[in-house]
């Protein structure tokens, strides 16, 4: 499995009502950060996660994040890195 491409270097901020999410592992959907079936072929799958509340969070734009689907704040490494 190669390594999950970093689709941003700062996470998305969303406003989600309840409901379960597929949030894009591999880096690669052009729905970002929703999986488009982008991951075929690359060994990654989509992470499912619920929402039980309406409200905003912030899902991991880099993939290296430690909290998935959340943002650990990892990009900001990448952004010090660059
Ligand atoms: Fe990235 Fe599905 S497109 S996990």
């Given amino acids: 499995m190669s390594e999950a ?3 941003q270097t700062a996470p998305y901020e ?3 009502e309840p409901g379960t999410y597929y ?3 591999c880096g690669r959907s052009k729905d970002q950060p ?3 079936g ?3 072929g690359t060994g990654f799958e989509p992470l499912a996660f619920k929402v039980d509340k309406p409200g905003k969070v912030w899902l991991c734009g880099c993939r290296r994040t430690k909290t998935p689907p959340f943002c650990d704040g990892a990009h900001q490494s990448l952004k010090e890195g660059a």
């Fill in 14 to 16: 969303m406003e989600l």
């Fill in 23 to 25: 949030w894009c592992a």
């Fill in 34 to 36: 929703r999986c488009d």
């Fill in 38 to 40: 982008s991951h075929a």
């Fill in 5 to 7: 491409v970093i689709a």
